[in-house]
């Protein structure tokens, strides 16, 4: 209808929106340089992905993927042994909000999703997955929510176990118990074949009375005298001199 001059027109129109849009993708590359810096890592942009940043943040490693809008998906490792599952409505998505009062990783997954206008956290298998938050591309903002992540990823570290007890209960030596010197071993344990010094507490097994030092007869689980077979030992004692025993 226009002729000439429309299709004029349209190809101005044009190079102005493919000008528009490559702004735009310089203003996300920036950004996205710009975080990948604040996490001492790099951004990348795939051919037929969407661009991501993989960095590191206080000991873990942190990726991030941005889906466009100021939206990123954020993954991280977690705390093993650690399983939250929390989502948001598309209302809450929408809206966003004040959070309510709550404690612990629930509590605190459910106030992050919130705050940013995530749909998803899920942390299962030692991995921590945060979908669809909106921190929008200022590095501070989006930095800031990484280390939010990584903090709750690293909640509650548990302690360390506890020292596993020995099953044969061994006493200790009293100032009751009379023990004779001794020169030299005179008896040897049958599962490491090292001699039972005299004042080392010895356990024996019931069916042989053979002696045993007290972690051998655990780590052999029984006797280890060919033809025994005794599971169960008669309870802790002192070695004696010349291979006498003095029980505690």
């Known amino acids: 209808m226009w002729g000439p001059f429309g299709l004029l027109l349209d190809l101005v129109f044009l190079a102005g929106e493919r000008a528009e849009a490559k702004q735009r993708a310089r203003t996300v590359r920036g950004a996205l340089d710009a975080i990948a810096r604040g996490l001492s890592g790099t951004a990348w942009v795939p051919w037929f992905r969407k661009p991501r940043i993989e ?58 999703l919130r705050r940013y206008r995530g749909s998803r956290l899920r942390v299962r298998a030692g991995r921590l997955e945060l979908r669809r938050v909106r921190p929008g591309l200022d590095p501070q903002a989006v930095l800031a929510l990484v280390r939010e992540v990584v903090q709750l990823a690293g909640a509650g570290s548990p302690q360390r176990d506890a020292p596993i007890a020995l099953a044969v209960p061994v006493p200790v030596p009293t100032p009751r118990m009379q023990i004779a010197p001794v020169e030299a071993p005179t008896l040897r344990c049958p599962f490491c074949h090292d001699g039972l010094e005299q004042d080392a507490l010895v356990v024996h097994c019931a069916s042989c009375d053979a002696p045993y030092h007290p972690t051998c007869f655990e780590e052999a689980d029984g006797c280890a005298i060919p033809g025994c077979g005794g599971r169960r030992a008669a309870g802790g004692r002192v070695q004696g001199p010349d291979g006498g025993r003095v029980k505690g």
């Open 55 to 112: 960095g590191r943040l206080d000991g873990r490693e942190v990726q991030l993927v941005y889906r466009g809008q100021g939206r990123f998906d954020v993954r991280c490792s977690a705390r093993s042994g650690t399983e939250l599952d929390v989502a948001t409505g598309w209302l809450a998505r929408l809206f966003g909000g004040a959070t309510t009062a709550a404690s612990g990783p629930e509590g605190e997954a459910r106030s992050l």
